[in-house]
């Protein structure tokens, strides 16, 4: 309560001052799809808008919530990257609320409209998720954060929309959107979204410090809303470079979810370069002898086959010891640890005359023990970018070797040591024929086998 008394007192001051009276100004549309008027008081601007992308987020559920919300006189915003999508044109897919109501009155209110509350593990950090006609909406008090440690927050409930904005990690995450279309906008996010900048809320090194993964969080909203790469700001650079030690603390988990959506937006190929400069690597199990000129070779000529996070990392290792070394940091899935292991296996140029033919082997020869094994091939030949030997394997109709033990048993092969060494033989004359030759062929080269045993 202290903190909170504390910032409401200075801001009260500060506003007594002439220079953050407010203004009420006039300014042309940025898109003509808005409808809006702008006026500043300190760094708090709004608009009003008006998009088909905005109406279709009017569920009968939402219509609902926000009638129970006004019918208590509670305030209800829609928060975040739902905004900051709503902004850019984008259907959002989540939507996060903000509301004035403690966690205590969302349920008493809940209760007395006969509403399910669900999923409770939130109500600690001031989230309540209610189900309304089928749908689920998590609604979070305002907060501030009184203590932090570089990964967790104890918070204090408030009803100031700015203190809740203040303690976000990225102007561009920190507005807020009123049900009537009002964009309240504390931190001049609209403006850096327009500008495809990508600044912290305040100062760098106070935001990072709260949660140390803001600084990948980072690096992942400049790959969505930077323009070009490598155009950042260099105090946002400086803070990075001071604070890289406290990924030390975030599990690895974590760590790889914000990673593997760096490798597959844009300007990784820049941004893991930056990473690397910025000393970051030690602390996200990333190898320190890693071939960075390859993973940008790698990612641009993989583009257009969307190569898989997994694969595009391969790219800095220079051995399946480096993917192991990886994974114990990371806790990656099995599957994204084998896919880099098999890729940087088996990555290198196969010459022959057949294009297809080294990779169609690769599959026949490992097809019983992994059942993945065509995935995994083709992430191989994403990694090299050729893309017709990669469309000629994709297309390519899985052959199913047609001789069986049965059939070495009905033409009088003793099933004795050499049996399986038999059937080995003439799958590898099947091999050679390129999967071509029939059963009955098998058959005539097997008997002629058998003589010579």
């Excluded at 004035?100 to 006969?114: I, N, R, S």
């Excluded at 807020?176 to 964009?183: A, I, K, Q």
């Amino acid at each position: 309560m202290l903190v909170r008394h504390l910032i409401q007192t200075a801001r009260a001051a500060v506003a007594t001052f002439p220079k953050y009276q407010s203004s009420h100004t006039t300014a042309a549309p940025l898109w003509s799809k808005y409808h809006w008027n702008a006026y500043s008081q300190m760094t708090h601007t709004t608009m009003k808008i008006t998009t088909p992308q905005f109406e279709r987020v009017f569920t009968p559920g939402l219509r609902r919530l926000a009638d129970i919300f006004k019918q208590y006189n509670y305030e209800l915003r829609i928060a975040g990257g739902a905004v900051r999508d709503l902004l850019m044109g984008k259907q959002p897919h989540d939507i996060d609320f903000a509301t004035t109501a403690t966690p205590e009155e969302m349920k008493d209110m809940f209760t007395k409209e006969e509403i399910r509350m669900i999923n409770t593990k939130g109500e600690k950090h001031g989230t309540i998720t209610a189900r309304l006609m089928d749908e689920n909406f998590e609604v979070t008090t305002l907060r501030i954060d009184v203590v932090t440690d570089g990964r967790h927050a104890e918070v204090e409930f408030t009803t100031d929309w700015q203190l809740d904005a203040e303690r976000r990690d990225l102007t561009i995450n920190s507005m807020f959107l009123g049900l009537d279309g009002t964009l309240y906008d504390f931190f001049n996010g609209k403006q850096d979204l327009d500008d495809c900048k990508v600044l912290f809320v305040g100062n760098a090194v106070k935001r990072i410090q709260e949660d140390y993964l803001r600084i990948l969080r980072y690096f992942r909203f400049y790959g969505r809303i930077a323009k070009e790469p490598n155009q950042h700001c260099a105090d946002t650079l400086q803070a990075i470079r001071e604070n890289a030690d406290g990924l030390a603390g975030i599990s690895g988990e974590r760590i790889w979810m914000e990673l593997k959506k760096i490798l597959v937006g844009n300007h990784a190929a820049s941004i893991m370069k930056s990473m690397y400069e910025l000393q970051l690597y030690p602390y996200m199990g990333l190898p320190r002898a890693a071939n960075v000129s390859e993973f940008h070779a790698v990612y641009e000529r993989s583009k257009v086959m969307e190569a898989k996070a997994a694969t595009l990392l391969a790219a800095l290792m220079k051995d399946e010891n480096d993917v192991m070394t990886m994974d114990e940091r990371l806790k990656i899935s099995a599957e994204e640890r084998k896919t880099a292991a098999f890729v940087v296996n088996n990555r290198g140029e196969k010459s022959h005359d057949d294009v297809l033919k080294p990779y169609k082997d690769l599959i026949m020869a490992n097809q019983r023990k992994e059942k993945n094994i065509v995935q995994y091939v083709l992430e191989v030949l994403k990694y090299q970018g050729d893309t017709h030997i990669y469309e000629g394997i994709k297309s390519w109709p899985l052959p199913v070797f047609p001789v069986t033990g049965k059939d070495l048993i009905a033409a009088g092969i003793p099933k004795d040591k050499k049996f399986g060494h038999m059937l080995n033989n003439i799958r590898d004359v099947w091999i050679e024929s390129d999967y071509k030759l029939t059963k009955d062929e098998l058959m005539v080269k097997l008997l002629e086998l058998a003589k010579n045993r």
